[in-house]
Nanobody, 123 residues
Framework: QVQLVESGGGLVQAGGSLTLSCAASGRTFGSYFMAWFRQAPGKEREFVAAWNAAGTYYTDSVKGRFTISRDNAKNTVYLQMNSLKPEDTAVYYC??????????????????WGQGTQVTVSS
């Protein structure tokens, strides 16, 4: 059984930084997509960033500020978040695709999800 466990969320002032981690157990990543999504109160869960063997992908609002990376030896994916803004406040979820999907921005591509970690950015 695959489990994804996020950590690293918290409260930070605008302009600050946080690093989220997502540790996977139950299988290795392989070359599949690993991604971060986020969900703010009253909004739909939205794509933030994704990683696969071909590269990294970001939504426009976080380009240049967020970096997704993976440590295959630790089966862990990270999201380094710099220059945080109040609009980045949300619950952040990591997600794993084991079915070799291609639409990395689509929530339905991913078949495993973590429980989420809260990120709050104060102004």
């Amino acid at each position: 059984q695959v489990q994804l466990v996020e950590s690293g969320g918290g409260l930070v002032q605008a302009g600050g930084s946080l690093t989220l981690s997502c540790a996977a157990s139950g299988r290795t990543f392989g070359s599949y997509f690993m991604a971060w999504f986020r969900q703010a109160p009253g909004k739909e869960r939205e794509f933030v960033a994704a990683w696969n063997a071909a590269g990294t992908y970001y939504t426009d609002s976080v380009k240049g500020r967020f970096t997704i990376s993976r440590d295959n030896a630790k089966n862990t994916v990270y999201l380094q978040m710099n220059s945080l803004k109040p609009e980045d406040t949300a619950v952040y979820y990591c997600a794993l695709d084991t079915r070799r999907g291609t639409d990395y921005r689509n929530r339905d591509t991913y078949d495993y999800w973590g429980q989420g970690t809260q990120v709050t950015v104060s102004s």
